[in-house]
């Protein structure tokens, strides 16, 4: 496994301005993902993040809302640009070690007023 | 298309009693599946995982899960539960269809121990 942690743990944020989370882990790893979890919800991707290429981005979510960097194999941030309420969910960071599986970090839980 | 489908959105169970969440996919391919637990407030936990050979796999948590490719199922089992084990708990495929590769979640399954 992975220890995976995220900042900020939470955040109130107002509408119209950003927010970046971090996602750091302690091990190289070339694959790292970042989730939403919208209030009482599953999760749903928004991006794959692979180190040295650009993030890819699933239907319905677009680099302008949630620029996505991955400078390095331990750490990525996801910005969460021009909020709105409905911005308002946990954010989650995870990454694929050994075959398949995923390995999660403790998500950021945003509130957007 | 892929899918994965938790029928049960709320699960009550008494503490000591058994439990059984459900799961059913639907994925052409050899299936890769996960159990995960998500408790308030937490990121998630892997519970356990199904690659291949053995149907029945064991996890952390006495948490046991059988594979059942005739039912397409992959239902999570534990002969008792204690209260800490209300959380909610999410099934998933990993997805490796044409050269990628990503998780399928279902809903979730909230389950609430009554003492």
């Known amino acids: 496994s992975a220890v995976i942690s995220q900042k900020p743990s939470r955040d109130i944020c107002q509408r119209g301005t950003s927010l970046t989370i971090q996602c750091q882990v302690d091990s190289q790893v070339t694959m790292m993902f970042w989730y939403r979890q919208q209030p009482g919800q599953s999760l749903t991707l928004i991006a794959t993040?692979?180190?040295?290429?650009?993030?890819?981005?699933e239907s319905g979510f677009v680099i302008d809302k949630f620029p996505i960097s991955r400078p390095n194999l331990t750490f990525s941030t996801l910005t969460v640009s021009n909020m709105s309420p409905e911005d308002s969910s946990i954010y989650l960071c995870s990454v694929r070690l050994g075959a398949y599986e995923q390995y999660f970090g403790p998500g950021t839980r945003l509130t957007v007023t | 298309a892929q899918s994965v489908t938790q029928p049960d959105i709320h699960i009550t169970v008494s503490e000591g009693a058994s439990l059984e969440l459900r799961c059913n996919y639907s994925?052409?391919?050899?299936?890769?599946l996960f159990w995960y637990v998500q408790s308030p407030g937490q990121g998630l936990q892997l519970l356990l995982k199904?690659?291949?050979?053995?149907?029945l796999v064991q996890g952390i948590k006495g948490f046991e899960a059988e594979f059942k490719r005739s039912q397409s199922s992959f239902n999570l089992r534990k002969p008792s539960v204690h209260w800490s084990d209300a959380a909610e708990y999410f099934c998933?495929?990993?997805?490796?269809?044409?050269?990628?590769?990503?998780?399928?979640f279902g809903t979730g399954t909230r389950l609430k121990v009554l003492a």
């Open positions: 998933a495929v990993a997805s490796t269809t044409s050269g990628t590769y990503k998780y399928i």
């Open positions: 994925y052409g391919a050899t299936p890769y």
């Open positions: 199904y690659f291949s050979g053995d149907t």
């Open positions: 993040a692979n180190q040295g290429s650009e993030a890819t981005y």
